[in-house]
């Protein structure tokens, strides 16, 4: 698939995320523009694209995208602008006293994505995806490595729907209906995957970037991870088992991280030994 090139002119600056820009079409108001920043793999983009059309031709919500785009140096997409939007988690900073709806209405859209069967001929399994990244792990502690390697044998290969970074900041509301974005890295399999993530934002990222990123502080984002797992799981929230799974999936998140970025060794090792006093005093180091 090549890239349709494009003319930056015709597209007015809107925002900017860690990894794109984003634009405003000047003559249809209607149309935005995702450009991932120069160096960004292409690889990785296409993927994004062509993910975020799977997901809506499944008939999951989300808004509509149109065209894989080049402005010669960079990639990206065109979709549909929702203009007026609001996310999850911008409703919860201006409101807490919602947090209790939001996490309704976000556990329900989680559970249809979670029982909604994948095309797995087209959709990557989250299980293979992490093994295959991970390696033999030679970046980090051999005792480290035997732990994934352990964790990693919890969690199946069910051919049901992840979106692959569920967060409140990753659905949007719009004249009354709720849609997922965010979905680069739409993937099938354990829900637990998707749990793990919500866990890492609530309790292994550091507090500038939680408020940065989603608009609460993490104790607000943990009273709202709570919310959901009661409206999500129901009375088995607070059994060890399944926080035990969502927390060995986080771990196994973490040590992607390291290999992402070696200087996250310092912080998500002593997490995934276990040894959570000395992982909370390099956190509450890095908030600063």
Known sequence: MEAKKIDLNEWGYYGEGGTATSFCNKRDGNLYLKLNKSGYPEQLTREEFLASKLFGEMGLPTPPVYEYVTDGDRFGYTGERVKGKISFARILSQDLGRMEEIAGRFAAMAGNLHKTKADTSRMKSCLEHFTGYLGDMS???????????EYLKEFSDEPFCLHGDMNPGNVINFEGHDYWIGINSFMYGDPFWDMSTMYIIANC?????????????????????DAFGKHYFGDTWNSPQIRNRIRNAAKVKCCALI????????????FIRGNWFAFRLRLVFRSF
């Open 139 to 149: 970046f980090v502690p051999s005792d480290v490595a035997d732990r994934i390697r």
């Open 205 to 225: 990222m550091p507090a500038k970037a939680v408020r940065k990123l989603y608009h609460l502080s993490p104790s607000q984002y943990r009273k709202f991870f």
């Open 259 to 270: 290999k992402k970025d070696p200087g996250n060794a310092s912080l998500y090792v002593p």
